[in-house]
């Protein structure tokens, strides 16, 4: 049961403009399939499914491509991301409502020195940053690639 829903979550987002889990939850059970939004975060994270910006504005669910595509990133960090805080070794990443998933991937992705990790909610990043490193400076450095569409800081 699971595989098959699964597969039907991938063709979905391939074949509609799936912008929201509750639509996607709609869409499911309309094949028969009733899940509840916490099933369905796992899957989608499982499958590598995350939003992505639309070039026009808005985002959508899409499969993320397995080598990280650094221009993505760098988009995805433009169209989510929000506000950055620092709190001594930790990062609080404020995105746009359903932009935690790609900005954290987007970081990880990216690779950005001192960053060790990313936890990701829907509107909150979580970062946790190297005992060796500013939480300044990766702020700094985070900001750096918005601005200058840079693949690593």
Do not use: C
């Amino acid at each position: 049961m699971k595989i098959r829903r699964r597969h039907l979550i991938l063709r979905l987002v391939e074949t509609h403009d799936v912008e929201s889990q509750e639509q996607l939850q709609h869409l499911l059970s309309a094949e028969g399939f009733d899940v509840n939004q916490a099933t369905l975060s796992r899957d989608l994270r499982a499958l590598g499914v995350v939003k992505q910006p639309r070039p026009g504005g808005g985002a959508r669910y899409a499969r993320a491509r397995s080598a990280p595509d650094t221009g993505v990133a760098v988009a995805n960090l433009r169209a989510f991301l929000r506000e950055i805080i620092a709190s001594r070794n930790l990062l609080v990443i404020r995105t746009r409502t359903g932009g935690a998933q790609p900005v954290g991937l987007a970081l990880d992705q990216l690779r950005v020195t001192g960053l060790i990790g990313t936890i990701a909610g829907d509107d909150t990043v979580l970062g946790i940053v190297s005992e060796t490193h500013d939480p300044d400076d990766i702020i700094a450095a985070i900001w750096a690639l918005i601005e200058e569409g840079k693949a690593s800081p």
